[in-house]
């Protein structure tokens, strides 16, 4: 069905049902019930849905769906062609409530969707919801269309197809070189300085990052977002602009409106919440890109910067840190510029210039050939700069572009005039340090990753301990079975085990790459939960697990306790771990089996079907038999930084339980932990002083 079609249906068959709206009786017999002692609308309403339902003998969740993109259809045509919205809206919403179904069945559309346009049409004679509500219920579509009619009247080509919204042939190539132009033209540190004048109002003390988050409505409305990660990537990228700087404020606001419309159009920001109902595998490979999207333009990666250091020592603590290494710098002496770097004493919102000089008065310990070393060969940017083949918000950069530094967020400082030195943010460029050493470590040590992996799992149990938290690990048996335990916390209720897995979100996977996306998250979710998950199954089934570490062995009991599952990442994910997405993405692929276009893939992609495959049998082995509608309620999908902030003010295992549990029963759709976290205690502080 096509929006032409229908609108010729509905077109050619006004409503009969007019003709007898002011008897019930006659009615009853236009809808075929039966009269009985009493008569009402709602009886007809009923009848008129049921014969909807009846045009169609398969495919009603199909139907909905094809209501639903026509009228996002409609919307844009209305928006950008002045196409007229009634009655055709109203008929396509009856429509497709009438089909509502409960499942995401994919069979095909067998039925006649003339009688069943004509019958909506009539339910609208009998039940109109009016349009009141409608730009506020359906904000989405029209913030994108009328995102996409600016742009077209600012000379920027649209496309309007069935199901589609693009840019014309070179339109979105001419539009990102206007806003690059806009960016130069102000000088990339000016914008950045702009960005965190106006974040700055998000920043959290405690935290020490800024909540730039989702900000959604129940009720679906809103504005589109201004894309400040995509400005920060351009910012980067033209550091230096183009002098003499035009810094006005009709710049500024001109770069945020043409900024604004574009990603608006790109359609990944979501002005209602995603935590009703479910998704299948079908759907969830495009909800994963959108939301890899989303982040790319929107979001800005962060890190406390007091924990950078701490972690950094964690992931090595096998290394001698005080060893020279083949760059001619010691780690020890890399965590100390980094420790200047990102010290209390050079706290701001915003760009920081930094000298040589500086940092060689400020670390006298180092020497100054060193110094100079560490910051050329680990911690800057080369002379070419950052981001120089970034441009659209799916640009990812070639391996040869990584490898020399050029990506963003893989360096610290970018390089200015002489011998000094850009920091654009301490908290945005905190994680950056953490991946340029590890960058160059790896030049040395061709196993580092694997090492890392264990030497996380220690730092983590000293972390907890120092926090009055017991924890265990180690290897067991359960029949016949063989088990590895990272990490098990007990409370007196619940048992947390603790899987801890080093794989990073590529740059492909957040430049919006399906493939990609599914194997950074089978690398990190599905291989801890389902390795959790055996836990689980072993503990439920034999009530206890002797667990064998380094000689010694721990048994943990169940003891009618609750059993949680962390899936835990040495990096953030961003929005993935997002625990109602955690959620949707293993519910919609319970049954799912994924197979890659690229047959180089095709080893990942087998590592995720057999995840999926055990967490399906963990599924049926832990099933009561009664059906549990929320068979991953309990599973969790978290970083290091994120576990360090939840310590805080932490002294032991009720604690922490506490903590974890201050944000398990809210959904504020901001996909965000930190956020979460410090909303729930800002609510905690309100009633504690208005209580007193």
Known sequence: MDLTTFRQIVDRSPPAITAYQENLQHLYDYVGLEH?????????????????????????????RACRSLRTDLIREHTLLNAPLDPYFEVLEHLRDAVRADD????????????????????????????????????????????ARALRDAGYSILLEPGKLSFGLEAETALVATIEELVSSMGGVNVARRIFAYISKDFDPEQQRYHVVRRISTTGEGLPQ???????????????????????DVHWHKLCALSQAYAAVIDVQPYAPTFYGTMDAVDLVPYLQEIALYDTLFRIPQMRPSDVVK???????????????????????VLEVIGYLLSPSLDARGPIFITETEIRRSCPDIPPNVVAKILDGVLSHPCIGANKNFSLP???????????????????????????????????CAPACLESLLTQLRTDMKDLDERIGSSIEDFLKNEFASHGICSTGGDYNSGGKHGECDMALETDDTIIFAEIKKKPLTRKAKAGSGAHIL??????????????GWHEVRLRKDGHLHLKSKGAISRIDLNEREVERVAVTLLDFGSFQDRILLKQFLEGTLNAAFTPSDANLKKGFQR??????????????LSSGEGDVQPFFHCWFLSVPQLLVLLDNVTDSAGFKAALWSCRHIATGSSDLYFDLSYIKRLRRETTASIN
């Not at 964690?314 to 290494?325: A, C, H, V």
């Not at 194997?519 to 959790?532: H, K, N, T, Y």
């Open 36 to 64: 009985g002692s009493s008569y009402t609308r709602s009886a007809v309403s009923k009848a008129l849905y049921a014969r909807i339902r009846d045009c169609f003998t398969s495919g009603h969740a199909a139907v909905w």
């Open 104 to 147: 995401n069945s994919r069979t095909t559309i067998e039925g006649d969707w003339d009688t069943a346009v004509r019958t909506a049409f009539d339910h609208v004679q009998i039940q109109s919801w009016g349009s009141e509500s409608r730009r506020m219920t359906y904000a989405r579509e029209f913030m994108v269309a009328e995102a």
């Open 226 to 248: 201004i894309p400040w990660g995509y400005l920060l990537q351009l910012a980067a990228k033209h550091i230096q602009g183009r002098k003499p700087y035009i810094t006005t």
């Open 311 to 333: 972690i950094a020592r964690g992931m090595l603590g096998w290394f001698d840190l005080s060893e020279p290494t083949k760059g001619g710098w010691s780690v020890n002496q």
């Open 394 to 428: 799916t640009d990812a950069p070639t391996s040869a572009q990584k490898s020399s530094g050029q990506d963003f967020f893989l360096r610290p400082l970018i390089r200015s005039s002489g011998r000094q030195f850009i920091l654009l943010d301490r908290s945005v």
């Open 519 to 532: 194997l950074d998250l089978a690398g990190s979710i599905l291989a801890a939960q389902a390795q959790a």
């Open 608 to 621: 995720i079907n057999e995840a999926l495959a055990e967490i399906r049998e963990q599924l049926i082995e």
